[in-house]
């Protein structure tokens, strides 16, 4: 039998009070020593931890000490009640049962991953680890909750998982929809080793492809444009992967090549010419009629149906077009660097990131996969690893950067924990991504390609072309072109290994004339 209440003022009077932490009136999660606390507060201050100022130990620290305010344990605080787990003993937040996060999220994970005997099922025994061991076990719980009354959500997912529904592979989770849970779920699994590790951009072509493929109305193009993605696009990005890896501008460009070769079928067929029939005079008025991406987009196509017998082997296809953006004046670099290195208002990643373009001029394809580990303090010298050797850091670009890696948090939101990446991502296991960094950049005024372009500019007016090369991690070629594009003077110096001497040379002593 539910019970009612006289009025509101004594439903007011028994479940509502000021709260003594943030002074909101709210429904009271406890009393403690110091008052009446609301349930915000109780759960920030249960989930502080720390070495206690009173007793030394290193505990949970919820209480607040009189004479400061500092964070204290419950024992120091005189607390009646304790935050102690019922299973594991963890001092922190409990919930139902009195089981701490850690816990009440395992307990959740081995019901959804049941295999039917009451045990997680044993193939996915390693994503069952990794998720119960994430740093912040609130937030393995906050995903199991997410979207609970929808199609794909997280715990249906994960108990498909176990009951076997869906097969261990990644065609079949190319399938699901929708499929961002499905591909974060995917790169859980990779990132525990449960399926084996693949590109996530492979993984996100592969997954556009049917979509694409199912809304071409001529079935005789959907079999050309499948064979075209198959034995030419497909390879090119998997080849592309083990050489190193795929940034989101390459996997952008290959749904381009697909897209634009659908369009050309259809723009052949318009004129009531098929691809076997395609002439010069065809080749030559699309052309005119496209913009310089689009032909270079289209280039591929041509190339593979020529190869594989599909059209004519004559054609003749235009050279591409090279176009290169201005780069920023130094005063521009200069002052874009000094605000980077003095705003206090620009997030701390940000800093860092348009730093290392406006000193290195390294891409943000390249930036995004550096590691915690390529920052060397040795000593006073603080060194960044872009190429061999490693590249010193000036301060104060030298402090900004061991100040955002001390403050630590490179964290990684899909499993909450340690990322070795000194721009940790969202998805498991991932960098950041470089076409986001890049849009952020742009937003703080550090315009990423006009950037790159004056900062090794000014490298080649500073050192020789290959000791650049050498040292940021550029081809030689590359830093040869752009020197004589610059007009620096360091045209006859040699590139290779300067620290040796010629056989049978020695330097003079001070008696040799």
Known sequence: ?????????????????ECCRCGHRKHKA??????????????RAVRTRGTCPGCGQDRALPGLRPVDGAAICTTCAGFSQTFDCSRC?????????RLCERCTLSDRLTALLDDGTGHVRPELTPLFDLLVAMDKPSSGLAWLALRRDQPGNASGRLRQLGLGQIPLTHDAFHELQPWRSAAHLEELLMASGVLPAVDKYICSFQRWLPGHLSDIADPEHTKTIRLFATWRVLPRLRARADRGHITPSIRRFAAEQVKYATAFLQWLGERNTSLASCGQIDVDAWWAENS???????????????????????????????????????DERLDALGRLLTDPDTPKNLRVAGVIVLLYAQPLTRIVRLTVDDVVHDGEAVLLRLGEPASPVPEPAASLLLDYIADHDNMNTATNQASPWLFPGRRAGQPFRPDHLSALLNEIGVPVAAARGAAIRQQLLEMPAPVVAD??????????????????????YAAGDHTRSPAGWAPRGPGDS
């Not at 003993?89 to 049962?97: D, N, P, Q, R």
Request: charged residues 25%; contains cysteine; proline residues 2%.
């Open 471 to 492: 040292a940021l991690g550029y081809h030689d070629k590359t830093t040869t072109r752009l020197l004589n594009e610059t007009g620096g003077t360091w045209s006859r």
């Open 30 to 43: 406890g009393t403690w020593p110091d008052g009446y606390v609301c349930r915000n507060c109780s759960d």
């Open 292 to 330: 310089e991406h689009g032909r270079n987009c289209l280039r591929a196509f041509l190339n593979w149906a020529m190869q594989s017998r599909h059209c004519r082997r004559s054609l003749s296809i235009p050279a591409m077009k090279a176009t290169r953006r201005a780069a920023l004046s130094e």
């Open 89 to 97: 003993g963890f001092e922190g937040k409990l919930l139902g049962g």
């Open 1 to 17: 039998m539910s019970r009612t209440y006289a009025t509101d003022e004594q439903y007011e009077r028994w479940f509502l009070a």
